[in-house]
Structures are given as C-alpha cells and as structure tokens.
C-alpha cells in the first residue's frame, strides 16, 4: 500500500549531515542541499519508490545581493504517483556554478538556460548552456538585483546605464 | 519568412541529398505568435527543431519586483493572453496563502466561473487552430465565433474582453452583473451543443486525422520527464489534474471528470481539449446554481479596497485607507509559497518570496507553454516531416506571451 503522508527522515538519515531541513514555509517541506551533493540527492529522490518525485515542476534562481552567500536556486519537485510536493534549496556563492540535474529530468534543461540567462548561474554538464530569452552578445544578467531597471546603455539603448568594466561574477 | 542555407550536399544512388538549415517564423501564421524555429532538414526530413524563444519578453519578472501586490494583477494578465483570469487567480492564491486569508465564498464561485470560461477561450482557440494549421481553414471561423460568447460575457462580468484583471487579493473587484447568471447558462446551452459539431466537422475528415494521428506521439514517461502538464500531459495517459488532485478554491464541491487519452499524439491533445470544454461547461453550470449570496472581497481595509464606494464620500477612516492602500500598496508578511492552479495549458505555478514589504522580494511563474514547448525539441517524438512540426506545435498550444514572459 502506498504510504499516505511523505515522510523525509529516511533521507535525512541516509544523508546524515550532508542534508537538511527547512521548516519554515508552511506550504510544503523543503530540503536544503550542498551543490555537490545535489545530483546524488536528486536522482535519490526520483527513483526511491516511497518518495518518486518524478516530475520537476519548476526551478527558480533568487538572487541576495549584497547578502552572501548571493544565489540560491530552488527545485519544486512533484510526484505524479503520490501527488505530493516538495521544495529543494541550494545555496551558492558568486561565481555561482552548480551541476546540472537535465540528466534525472530532461525538462531542466530549460529552466537551467533561463537560470543562466538572467542570472549568469553556470550548470556544469548542460548539454546547451546558451542564452534564452536574451539575443547572444548580450552583456550581464537581467534579473540581478544589482542590474539597473532601465538596463545598461548600448545600440540597443541609448538611455540605459553606463556599463560597469568588471562584470565578475558568472 | 523562410530562409534556406545549404550546410552540406551528399550525392548518393538516388540522386542529390542536401542538409538545410530553414528558417521558421518569427512572421509566420503556424507559429502562433513570435516564435522562430531553426529546423535542420535532410530534404523534408526534420533532423533537428531549435526553437529560438523571447522574441516576446518583456522582463515581467523584473517588473514584479518593482510593482505593487495590487498593481502586479494586469502584468499576469498578459502572461497567458487568452486566459486572464487564470493567471489571475493563481497570483492570487500566493499572495493571500501568505498573507493568511481566504476570498469570501461567492468570490471564490465567481473566480472559478471566469477561470473556466476563460479555458473554453483558450481551448477554442487550439479546437481551431490546430485543424486550421493543417489545412481545414473552416473550424477556425466556428469557433472564433463562439469564442466571440465568452469574450461578451466577460465584457459582461468585467467590462473588458480580455485583460480583465477581475481579481483582488482577497476577492474579486465586483458583484456579477445583474441577468449574468441566466445569460452564462443560456452560453452554457448554445455550446454544448456546438462541441458535438465541431468533432461532426472533423473528427472524421480524412484530411484531418491523417495529418494529427499518430503524429508527435510522446509516451506517459516521457512526458514526465519532459515536465509537459495540463492536457498535453493527460493525452499521454497520465491521470493527473490540480483541480482535483490538489483542489484550490472550490473546485472539490464540485463534479467533473478529469479527461485523459492514451496514444499522445497530436489527435489526442486535441481530443483531449475538445472534450475538457464539456466538463468545464458542467462546472461552470454547477457553480450557478451553487452560488452563494454575501461578499465579493474581504473586509479588510487594509489590504481590499471598498465595496461600498460612497463610503469613501462619508467615511474618513475609509478615505485615509483608501490613499494608504493605492499609494503604497500593503505589506505581506515575510515568508515564501509556491501555488500551483491547473491553467488551460497546465500547471501554473506561483513561487513568491516577500521580505515584508509592499512589494514581492521575488515572484517567479512557472509558465506551463514555456515548459510544454520544450517538447518540440525532443527527439522521442516521431516528427519526422516538415508538415508534423506544425501539427505538433499546433497541438501543444504554446501561448508566446507565457513562454516568452
């Protein structure tokens, strides 16, 4: 019989100090993960049949400039089979790299180009690491808190903000 | 608008092969929008699709942060154009999840009434559109005129066609129109029986279903993992539906059954659709006759304007509020939430952060076309001509402005 309610403590014991928990949104549970534990972790989650978080929902990346550690990129996984949720968090410095998860669910691939895009979030191992919604030859990362309203100034736009000289980061 | 670059010329046996690189869209009317395909072909056989996306974007994430909760309303609306109220009652639901209220009964009827109108909208619109790409021009002038129904009754309810921006965090902005309710079940009445005539009109038109059957078929499993959702997932045979795995509003006090089909192909997203519209029109019919009386919006005048608007001619108390709350808006209480609401086109997801203040720290949209048009892209699919990409594309019902964001 499948179980009812999902329970995270054989994965916190599996993990031991490598995993944690985050108790503190209501809506769902919500695990926090190294980047280098992250693939591991994830494939874990998809395949263990008590868990079977087969469905990747969304993955968004926060940005806490001038807090650091700066990034964060949050996973919302969903399982088809249990119908349940739950929220993955990883936490990275700047330059933020973080190995990609296309391999456990091949929708990331988007999402991870998005991610990159307006965040400057590199996914080591992605199989087309490029520019989505942005053109190529698009300097900085849009959605950086750091990055001004009007944008920076360039053929494109004439009344952006000066550029800064060292973009750093990304 | 179609260029071709020649990227390599094979002779063999039966003549001369060449590898081309075409171009498709941004100015095309298959495309559905601004979206530009580069198709590598052998001839007419497709070896690769890269949709090349944001020719849309207007950086409505960026703009969430610097937008007030009341004022982010008419951004979401032009996420999935079609479908306005959508978007509106999931951005709703995130905000009052972290703020801790609940819309009053009858606006939670009302929301529901508009956010299934607005999926036979959007659903018109592929019942159309699909069999048009294909080349039965005739469905699209049908349904483009039943469409023109729900288009007046949300001019109705609303007093606008299509961005209506008819919610409110905590309500929605007005009662029902007097007559509205006998006017929805008169539409309710006039397009049920219209669905029977648009499956007479193609579902045994040769022409057809041998352009969608059996095209574009994606397995339960891949569709999974490719993070498809909403019909193009359940046309696969997955059995998974928000409104009823996960009931939000109050979609579990009410009776429907969730559509699935089996071979996930193209005919069966449109299948899929077609009969989606029916159970919405029973929805819709249970939620009026349902309906309770009382309010429409929350009494909070810290957070909900007044219902009531000669109060603010007599009420000082109600006056002070009312310039606090359209002058800066109201704080949300710190904290995260990820709402997810069934779309017309699958899963629409809200993750909303606040840091306390009046507006969102961070609001990301799980935009369900962004995430379906990756599908284009995936091999496992058995597109193999020029003409299936436009089948498949069609079928998955990508809106540009939810892609692009």
Known sequence: ??????????????????????????????????????????????????????????????????????FLLVYHLFSTRHKWRLRLKCHLGDPAVVPTVTPVWTTANWHEREAFDMYGIRFDGHPDLRRIYMWDGFDGYPMRRDFPLRGYKDDYNPMGVDQPVDWGGG | MTDVTVINEVTTDTGLSREVLMNL????????????????MDGEIIERVEPHIGLLHRGTEKLFESFTYTQIFPLTDRLDYLCPPSNNLGYALAVEALLGIKAPERAQYIRVIMAELSRISGHLLITGALPMDVGAMTSLLYTMRDREMVMDLMEMISGVRMHTSFCRVGGVREDLPEGCAARILEFCDIFAARISDYETLLENNRIFLARVENIGTITGEDAIALGLSGPNLRASGVDWDIRRD???????????????????????????????MRESLRMIRQCVRQMPEG?????????????????????????????????????????????????????????LISDGSEKPFRLKVRAPSFVNLQALTERTTNIKYLADVIAMLGSLDPVMGEVDK
Not at chain 2, 256 to 266: A, K, L, P, S, Y
């Open chain 2, 246 to 276: 996960e009931p939000y509003e109050i979609y579990d006090q009410l009776e429907f059954e969730v559509i699935t089909r089996d071979d996930g192909d193209c005919y069966d997203r449109w299948k899929c659709r077609v009969d989606e």
């Open chain 2, 25 to 40: 869209g941004p100015q095309h009317p298959s495309t559905h929008g601004v979206l530009r395909l580069l198709l590598q």
């Open chain 1, 1 to 70: 019989m499948a179980p009812v309610e999902l329970s995270l403590a054989p994965v916190l014991q599996l993990y031991e100090q490598r995993v944690g928990i985050d108790n503190t949104a209501a809506d769902m549970s919500c695990l926090m993960v190294s980047p280098d534990d992250l693939i591991e972790l994830c494939r874990h989650l998809r395949d263990d049949p008590l868990l079977k978080f087969d469905f990747l929902s969304d993955i968004c990346a926060v940005d806490f400039h001038p807090e650091a550690p700066r």
């Open chain 2, 295 to 351: 309010d429409i919006l929350i009494d909070d005048p810290k957070i909900a304007f007044p219902v009531d608007k000669d109060l603010l001619a007599h009420s000082m108390e109600t006056h002070i509020h009312h310039f606090e709350l359209a002058a800066y808006g109201f704080k949300v209480p710190k904290g995260e939430v990820y709402t997810a609401i069934e779309a017309p086109k699958g899963e629409l997801g809200y993750y």
